[in-house]
């Protein structure tokens, strides 16, 4: 009882907003779309958040979900603490969802604008069996006009262990790089289109043997 009234009184005091600081809250749907692959994709990518400037509490969610079998999907939440006007460090629990299994990380990452205006994170996660895992999401947005926006992706993810329930073996698991084109019909809504190439490695290649280039069709939108 001490340690959840500690926690409360620490999470408490966090998110205690300051002057004239006040409690914002987002949702983005950075990518909700169809992926023309071999598998016919419904994929999505999602962050919200709610808290002040300097602190606030984020929740990731990511997966795919093919024609033919059930979604898998990666979902973090997450304490966030900006140490710099650009970058923030964050720690928080990761919950990973298979069809056949799922498996919960300890995750410590950083988020925020690299050199180029490069929007970059990197999460590691920490497995109770020991597993380490690296997982790194780094895009760019091109304005081609005030509305034509062109954004390359790239992601990369990595693990110490192989995990054949989970899907993946050690070392660099997948790569994906991507480029996706939208139109702001309004800022908070865009449709888009795109093309992207994805390869799994190692372990996981003979697991979900993937080497393949495709168009996806989406939206973008936050309100």
Avoid: C
Avoid at 19 to 34: C, K, P, Q, T, V
């Amino acid at each position: 009882m001490k340690n959840l009234l500690l926690l409360s009184l620490f999470v408490s005091s966090l998110f205690a907003g300051g002057g004239g600081d006040i409690l914002r809250a987002n949702f983005l749907a950075d990518s909700f779309e169809y992926q023309f692959n071999d598998e016919k994709t419904l994929y999505w990518d999602t962050s919200a958040y709610i808290g002040y400037d300097a602190n606030k509490i984020y929740i990731y969610s990511e997966g795919e979900k093919p024609q033919d079998s059930q979604a898998s999907s990666e979902n973090q939440i997450m304490l966030s603490h900006a140490i710099t006007p650009f970058w923030d460090v964050q720690a928080g629990v990761d919950y990973d969802s298979t069809p056949n299994a799922n498996k919960t990380w300890g995750v410590v990452a950083i988020q925020g604008l690299a050199p180029y205006f490069f929007e970059t994170r990197v999460a590691l996660l920490v497995a109770d069996d020991g597993a380490l895992g690296v997982r790194i999401d780094a895009d760019y947005e091109a304005l081609i006009t005030q509305k034509l926006i062109l954004t390359p992706r790239f992601t990369l993810d990595a693990y110490s262990q192989d995990d054949i329930s989970m899907g993946y073996g050690s070392g660099v698991s997948n790569i994906t790089l991507g480029a996706r084109l939208r139109y702001e019909i309004r800022r908070e809504f865009a449709p888009y289109i795109g093309v992207e190439w994805a390869k799994n490695f190692g372990l996981t290649q003979t697991l979900a043997p993937l080497n393949s280039a495709y168009g996806v069709a989406g939206i973008r939108f936050w309100f």
